[in-house]
């Protein structure tokens, strides 16, 4: 696997003269919501990669290198040496189920020797456990699925994701991986606190939360947030939820809305009835710890760095680190010395196996794929 990485900015230009993989089969963009829709960005990427498909992803922060942008377009050429790929998209229009768009992805990807899936989806309406859960469903339980929900910089508004030239708020591309010379490790950790009483998810409709212990969770909310209760949903992320697995395993919920009318508060993922949940609160150190956590549990084999490294981190740790938010991107960069093409987005919600192998959807993590071609 080669790769190599230009940037657009408002005020810089995509520096063609440094392209040197016009082969390159694929092309991942990670770019601000205000900028993506405007094709023209694209165009000398088409000239340039003539053989690429060109994944879009709006975001609410590029990592590019060992560096976050706002309004940029961060994008990564690689080519596939010895590794064939495949790419699926369909539509989240209204009335789809989720977990039928997901079957259907998996569907058009799946062969025998599918060693990977790659998945990048609109982050505004999508129920990405219902999603996952689609993909996941007919897939050997050996094959991993991590990617990331599309970002608007906390607007919780619209979010965007295209192909070549189709961008659309309702688009779904899964990219497979086939055969034996990539090798595909993953990692994610959160490093948030549990803090106040254990409480049971009483009333919920799946994403849509209206009750903690009979008591609507809206104003419980807006308790713990005090002054900054009137900047919810986007204060919420100060306080995610962390739903307790009888396991002991855990997943972290955020909120992507809220509805005044019906009391109610939609999370990027299902919080099902008779969960036990806990709320959480930033530790600084821990939460840029837990990307270097999350760093090694991706590295494939030991002293070997990756090819190329995909971080999806949550907007929430962006939205709490604030002027710290670098840090844990040198935190996964420090990892492996350096010695790889990092690039990835801060997103609506991350996508992993969780720590019992089930493939998940997080949120508040920073989720890492690596990617290490064999020759």
């Known amino acids: 696997m080669k790769t190599e990485q230009l940037q657009w900015t408002v005020t810089k230009d995509w520096d063609l ?3 040197q993989l016009k082969g390159a089969q694929l092309v991942l963009v990670f770019a601000g919501i ?3 829709e405007n094709c023209k ?10 053989n690429a498909n060109i994944v879009l992803v709006s975001t609410s922060g590029e990592i590019h290198g060992n560096e976050m942008f706002e309004n940029s377009a961060s994008a990564t050429a690689i080519y596939f040496e010895n590794t064939p790929i495949r790419i699926s998209t369909k539509e989240n229009i209204a009335g789809r189920d989720a977990e039928q768009i997901g079957i259907e992805l998996a569907q058009e990807l799946l062969t025998e020797d599918l060693k990977h899936v790659l998945v990048f989806s609109e982050g505004g309406h999508m129920n990405g456990d219902h999603l996952i859960a689609g993909i996941s469903k007919n897939l050997p339980s050996h ?12 607007r919780f508004a619209k979010t965007q994701v295209g192909l070549n030239d189709i961008i659309s708020e309702n688009m779904v591309v899964a990219l497979g991986l086939y055969g034996d010379a990539i090798d595909v490790g993953y990692g994610s950790n959160d490093g948030w606190d549990l803090f106040g009483p254990l409480r049971l998810v009483t009333k919920s409709e799946e994403n849509v939360l209206f009750d903690l212990d ?5 104003e419980l909310y ?9 900047e919810l949903p986007g204060a919420a992320l100060l306080f995610p939820l962390c739903i307790l697995k009888p396991d002991g395993t855990k997943l972290v919920r955020t909120i992507l809305s809220i509805n005044e009318e019906n009391q109610s508060m939609v999370f990027a993922g299902n919080v099902p009835v008779g969960s036990k949940v806990q709320f959480m609160i930033a530790n600084f150190d821990r939460v840029i710890d837990s990307a270097s956590i999350a760093a090694s549990s991706s590295r494939l084999h030991e002293h070997e760095n990756p090819d190329l490294t995909l971080m999806v981190s949550c907007v929430g740790r962006k939205l709490v680190m604030q002027n710290r938010t670098e840090e844990e991107i040198e935190a996964v960069t420090d990892t492996y010395n350096q010695e790889s093409t990092f690039c990835g987005f801060y997103s609506n919600g991350e996508i992993c196996p969780s720590s019992d192998g089930i493939n998940s959807l997080h949120n508040q993590t920073m989720t890492i794929t690596t990617f290490k071609e064999r020759i």
């Open 41 to 50: 960005y694209y165009e000398n990427l088409h000239q340039a990669y003539p």
């Open 143 to 154: 094959i991993a699925v991590t990617g990331g929900l599309a970002g608007d910089s906390a």
């Open 17 to 19: 003269s440094k392209i």
């Open 222 to 230: 807006k308790k713990y947030l005090g002054e900054r209760a009137n």
């Open 214 to 218: 009979d008591t609507n969770a809206l």
């Open 34 to 36: 205000d900028i993506i």
